[in-house]
C-alpha cells in the first residue's frame, strides 16, 4: 500500500530555517506529482508547495513564495521542503501529499495519497 512518511518538523525561532523530508514507498514515485499541505489548529487545510512528477514545475502558495522551495529526489522516492525566514504564522502540521500524473496542483482534492503530517511550531 501507498505510504508517504514526513520528518523534520520541530521547534524553531522566527527568522529561522527547517527542512521537511517526505519518503514514499509502495507507488511509482516518479510519475506522481507532490505537494506539501498545512494545517493550524482550527483552520482548514491550506496549499503550501506543490512539484511536478520531473521536478521541472513548481507552485508555491502566496503565503510562502521566496522563502520556501519545494524540490524532490525521484532516486530516494523523496520531496523536501526547505522553509527559511520562517514566521510565527508558518504553524501548523505540515502534510505530504501525492496525485498520479505529471502536473502539479493546488487543490487538497485532487491528491488521494497523504502521510499523517509532521509538527512545525516557529516561536516569536
Known amino acids: 500500500q501507498v505510504q508517504l512518511v514526513e520528518s523534520g518538523g520541530g521547534l524553531a525561532q522566527a527568522g529561522g530555517s527547517l527542512r521537511l523530508s517526505c519518503v514514499s514507498s509502495g507507488l511509482t514515485f516518479s510519475v506522481y506529482a507532490m505537494a506539501w499541505f498545512r494545517q493550524a489548529p482550527g483552520k482548514d487545510r491550506d496549499f503550501v508547495a506543490a512539484?511536478?512528477?520531473?521536478?521541472?514545475?513548481?507552485l508555491y502558495a502566496d503565503s510562502v513564495k521566496g522563502r520556501f522551495t519545494i524540490s524532490r529526489d525521484n532516486a530516494k522516492n523523496t520531496v523536501y521542503l526547505q522553509m527559511n525566514s520562517l514566521k510565527p504564522d508558518d504553524t501548523a502540521v505540515y502534510y505530504c501529499?501525492?496525485?498520479?500524473?505529471?502536473?502539479?496542483?493546488?487543490?487538497?482534492?485532487?491528491?488521494?495519497?497523504w502521510g499523517q503530517g509532521t509538527q512545525v511550531t516557529v516561536s516569536s
Open positions: 512539484i511536478a512528477s520531473s521536478g521541472g514545475r513548481t
Open positions: 501529499a501525492a496525485r498520479y500524473g505529471y502536473s502539479e496542483n493546488y487543490s487538497s482534492s485532487m491528491y488521494p495519497f
